[in-house]
């Protein structure tokens, strides 16, 4: 089992950077694929962001790509997401997962975060 707790949310200004993280216990993540989702209220949940387990590959969603960085750090059992140039649109709760390959799609990853709101205001 894996527990995974994302952290770094919180209120922005349009144009402003958060970094968040996500923090894993139970096992070492070196192991997993992690990927990075959020909702906003009344949205489907949308695939941002993804790292293979060695840490070599990341992939991410074209609306993201460039303002938005997935990276890892197996030393601190820990995945990030650093945020650039963050907009309105860009309010949501936004949820960390581990699961056996990268993938875009959430219904392939195992675990689960309970999520960290994000507010960019305009």
């Known amino acids: 089992q894996v527990q995974l707790v994302e952290s770094g949310g919180g209120l922005v200004q349009a144009g402003g950077s958060l970094r968040l993280a996500c923090a894993a216990s139970?096992?070492?993540?070196?192991?997993?694929?992690m990927g990075w989702f959020r909702q906003a209220p009344g949205k489907e949940r949308e695939f941002l962001a993804a790292?293979?387990?060695?840490?070599?590959?990341?992939y991410a969603a074209d609306s993201v790509k460039g303002p938005f960085t997935i990276s890892r750090d197996n030393t601190k059992n820990t995945v990030y997401l650093q945020m650039d140039s963050l907009k309105p649109e860009d309010t949501a709760v936004y949820y960390c997962?581990?699961?056996?390959?990268?993938?875009?799609?959430?219904?392939?990853?195992?675990?689960w975060g309970q999520g960290t709101q994000v507010t960019v205001s305009p």
């Open positions: 997962a581990a699961g056996r390959v990268a993938t875009t799609f959430g219904q392939d990853y195992n675990y």
């Open positions: 139970g096992r070492a993540i070196s192991g997993y694929a």
């Open positions: 790292i293979t387990w060695t840490g070599i590959r990341t």
